[in-house]
Nanobody, 116 residues
């Protein structure tokens, strides 16, 4: 079965960096569009960044563009989110998402808290 396991979250101060990782198993990873979503308390889940199977057509939400970078390693079934210059408004649970046609899978999420 498909499993997505996120790691790398934590509590950091404003301006710090974190790198989230998502390990995927049980799927042909290179087929899937991979994305990171986040959900803050009381808010809807939002798409943060996405990356296709191959190529460089990445997507970023306006709120994170120029600060976050999504990348993937198809050989290791991994997707990453490098987050720089973190702000308090980046505080949320971050979810890894895999999408291919009618198939969509989610990880359990990892908490990111940005606070001084």
């Amino acid at each position: 079965q498909v499993q997505l396991v996120e790691s790398g979250g934590g509590l950091v101060q404003p301006g710090a960096s974190l790198r989230l990782s998502c390990a995927a198993s049980g799927l042909t990873f290179s087929n899937y569009y991979m994305a990171w979503y986040r959900q803050a308390p009381g808010k809807e889940r939002e798409l943060v960044a996405g990356i296709p199977s191959f190529g460089s057509s990445t997507y970023y939400a306006d709120s994170v563009a120029a600060r976050f970078t999504i990348s993937r390693n198809n050989a290791e079934n991994m997707v990453y989110l490098q987050m720089n210059n973190l702000k308090p408004e980046d505080t949320a649970v971050y979810y890894c998402n895999a999408y291919w046609g009618t198939i969509e899978r989610w990880g359990q999420g990892t908490q990111v808290t940005v606070s001084s």
